[in-house]
């Protein structure tokens, strides 16, 4: 279906409004004015979104600061950013955590929840699209998780569910 981004980046942070308030964690969308409605798969990609929401909130503590970016990169695709001011993860960590299961160390997700399956599974699903997914963080400082969709026509390309 064809999708809105500032709507859909809108409904993203409304479904985590309560946690958000509950845990002072202010959410920022900012989304640059090049960025027209693009075909795509909304329930994949709001899961995609709703897990990479989850993890900035988890992974961050109270008083944090959220934001999600999005503009359209010269080369025609969507980029969309989620940036958090979380406790990072360690460099080492990194080039691991797509993989299912991952999860960086069990003292901090003891009590978090979850199994380690969610950036697998984006990672999947943007693929699937004909994007790119990369993470980028520092410990102690902020996660950064970036990905990309491409603009095209209507029932072409890889997108093309039967429904849109
Ligand atoms: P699930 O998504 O299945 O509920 P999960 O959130 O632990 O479980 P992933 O979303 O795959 O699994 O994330 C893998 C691991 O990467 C997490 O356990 C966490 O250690 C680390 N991680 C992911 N996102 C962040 C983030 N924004 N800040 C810090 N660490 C993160
Ligand atoms: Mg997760």
């Known amino acids: 279906e064809q999708v809105h981004v500032t709507e859909m980046l809108d409904e993203v942070a409304d479904r985590f409004s309560f ?12 989304i640059g004015d090049n960025t027209s409605p693009i075909w795509l798969d909304r329930d994949k990609i709001d899961q995609v979104l709703d897990n990479l929401v989850s993890n900035a909130i988890k992974y961050t503590g109270d008083g944090g600061q959220i934001r ?5 990169l010269p080369n025609d ?22 993989e299912r299961f991952y999860r960086v160390d069990k ?4 009590n978090m929840g979850g199994t ?23 410990f102690n400082v902020g996660t950064t998780v970036s990905f990309t969709l491409p603009y095209m026509e ?7 569910d039967g429904k849109s």
């Not at 946690?19 to 900012?30: E, F, P, T």
């Not at 958090?84 to 797509?98: E, N, V």
């Not at 003292?107 to 003891?110: D, F, G, I, P, Y």
């Not at 399956?117 to 963080?137: N, P, Q, V």
């Open 77 to 98: 695709m969507l980029e969309i950013k989620i940036q958090d001011t979380g406790i990072g993860i360690p460099k080492k960590d990194l080039s691991r955590i797509f």
């Open 19 to 30: 946690q958000l308030r509950q845990r002072s964690i202010a959410i920022q969308i900012i």
């Open 68 to 72: 999600i970016m999005a503009e359209r």
């Open 107 to 110: 003292a901090r997700s003891r």
């Open 154 to 160: 209507e029932g072409s390309g890889t997108n093309h």
């Open 116 to 138: 380690g399956l969610g950036l697998s599974i984006a990672r999947e699903i943007i693929k699937a699209h004909g994007g790119a997914i990369a993470i980028d963080s520092e």
